[in-house]
């Protein structure tokens, strides 16, 4: 008998067995689409090196992704779920990997990442997100970044692109500012709709986040949600136009901009500039 532990993971039916078995039919609502093939899964789980520390995974389903970061010699792996039959289909996976895997039955968008794990332990979210609920955990997320060493999630593809996009780009949005203002973002693999147990009508792409040290320009989180969803809700108007929706007076005065660029030509640290001058403004009126 072998003592590697990932035999006995090896050693566990095919994916589309446990499906079976356990009644694990799709449903939409849950944004089932499973991942069986080996490849992907373990080029995600090489994405998301080093495996120390606690490895949240979001939406275990059947384990594809659960076993290929545990093959990958993931030290912990903590993986919530909401789908009881999936809670049940993972069963097995739970005693073959000898303590390294804890279920949480929950909702993903309720549970606080930040108390999983071990203090002072390396921390990462790896997942193949449901994606009606992505970008909303994603933001979640964002608040907690002094908790988290990466992020390693699949997306839709536009949703991706949404995330890693550059100034200029028709895909430079909110999205884009708050997460490259806060992490380093990189586009790590497009995997197509075929790849999914059933197919998903789109593209999914794997997204890195690093959270950076320091955030790229000093801003108040609040001031820059603002001072973003004020400008990209009107993304045909030059500035001096959309800045208006702010209510104050006087707001781009001393700042290095003319007024006559539109949102998208913006780079973050314009974006984080306005923030700041909103913030003073909004505390002198305070006072
Ligand atoms: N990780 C599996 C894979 O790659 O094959 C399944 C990924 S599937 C795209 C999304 C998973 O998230 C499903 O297992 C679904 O049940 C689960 N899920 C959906 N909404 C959730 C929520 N609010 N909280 C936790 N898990 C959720």
């Known amino acids: 008998m072998s003592d590697r532990p990932s035999d006995k993971i090896d050693a566990l039916p095919p994916l589309r067995d446990v499906i079976k078995s356990y009644g694990l039919d799709a449903k939409k609502s849950l944004g089932q689409n499973f991942l069986f093939d080996l490849n992907l899964t373990g080029r995600i789980a090489r994405a998301a090196m080093p495996l120390d520390g606690t490895v949240i995974e979001i939406g275990p389903g059947p384990g594809g992704l659960t076993r290929a970061l545990l093959m990958a010699g993931a030290e912990k792996v903590i993986a919530i779920e909401k789908d009881r039959r999936a809670i049940e289909a993972l069963g097995s996976l739970v005693i073959a990997a000898e303590g390294r895997l804890e279920i949480i039955e929950g909702d993903a968008l309720e549970v606080d990442i930040k108390t999983l794990g071990e203090a002072g332990k390396r921390r990462q979210i790896v997942a193949n997100l449901p994606y009606n609920i992505a970008t909303g955990l994603l933001l979640n997320w964002l608040d907690d970044l002094d908790h988290l060493d990466a992020m390693t999630l699949m997306f839709q593809r536009e949703v991706g692109q949404r995330i890693t996009a550059e100034v200029g780009g028709a895909a430079y949005g909110r999205l884009a500012v708050m997460a490259q203002w806060l992490c380093q973002v990189r586009s790590v693999f497009d995997i197509p709709p075929q790849a999914f147990v059933p197919p998903p009508k789109v ?16 801003a108040d989180k609040t001031c820059l949600e603002d001072v973003t969803r004020a400008l990209f809700g009107q993304r045909r108007k030059m500035l001096r136009s959309s800045i208006k929706t702010l209510k104050i007076e006087g707001l781009l005065d001393g700042l290095a901009l003319s007024g006559d660029e539109r949102p998208e030509r913006l780079h973050i640290e314009d974006f984080c500039a306005i923030a700041e001058a909103l913030r003073q403004s909004r505390l002198s009126n305070c006072k």
């Open 203 to 218: 593209t999914s792409s794997v997204v890195q986040l690093i959270p950076r040290e320091q955030p790229l320009a000093n």
